[in-house]
Each structure stands twice: as C-alpha cells, then as structure tokens.
Nanobody, 122 residues
Framework: VQLVESGGGSVQAGGSLRLSCAAS????????MGWFRQAPGKERERVAT???????PYYADSVKGRFTISRDNAMAVTLQMNSLKPEDTAMYYC??????????????????WGQGTQVTVS
C-alpha cells in the first residue's frame, strides 16, 4: 500500500493549508490514519490521527483549535490547517495502520507512510 499525499506549500503566518492523503489501493476499512510532522533537528511528532468507525480524533496540544482532521472514506485522510504559525513549519507525513482502530502515539505504531510534504510558514 502506498500513501499519496498532496497539499502543503508556503504560506504567511495566519494563513491556511490543506493536506490530503489517500491510499493507492483498496485497503481494510478498519484502520487509523493521520499525520506526523518533523522539523529540522527535532523528532517526528504526532499531529493528528483519526480511526474509522466511531473513535474520536487525537490532536497535539500545539494544534488544538487550529487544525481539523477528517476522514472522507476509509482510504483517505485530510488535515485542514488554519491560523498557521511559523512553528508549524515542518515536513508533514501521512501515516496509516490497518486492521486496528488503535491510533498510537509513536511512529512505530504505523507501518505505512507517505513520502512527506513540506509546510513552510513565514
């Protein structure tokens, strides 16, 4: 399974961007998908994740109230980023875990990853 990301780019502080991620092939409907980010010199951190089914989304404290994660279907995930700040600048990665609703905090919980898309806020 490949995760194909789109969106990202450069924006001024206070602006908005939308990231999208879709699996390249049919996948299991029971899954967790979401977004991690990694800034230069920092560890990769979980930004937002959301399982299929009735589970609640997770947001990092740093993005609560500004970012919204959504699942249009079992194969895709979208991250709407509003009120962007310079500290949001990072490479953003889509991640997925199948056959489970568990949305772990660690990158090790997600076997599948996108190639990454750069978000730069100035």
């Amino acid at each position: 399974v490949q995760l194909v990301e789109s969106g990202g780019g450069s924006v001024q502080a206070g602006g908005s961007l939308r990231l999208s991620c879709a699996a390249s092939a049919s996948t299991y409907s029971t899954n967790c998908m979401g977004w991690f980010r990694q800034a230069p010199g920092k560890e990769r951190e979980r930004v937002a994740t959301m399982p299929t089914g009735t589970g609640s989304p997770y947001y990092a404290d740093s993005v609560k109230g500004r970012f919204t994660i959504s699942r249009d279907n079992a194969m895709a995930v979208t991250l709407q980023m509003n009120s962007l700040k310079p500290e949001d600048t990072a490479m953003y990665y889509c991640a997925a875990r199948y056959l489970s609703y568990f949305c772990g905090a660690s990158q090790d919980d997600y076997p599948y990853w996108g190639q990454g898309t750069q978000v730069t806020v100035s």
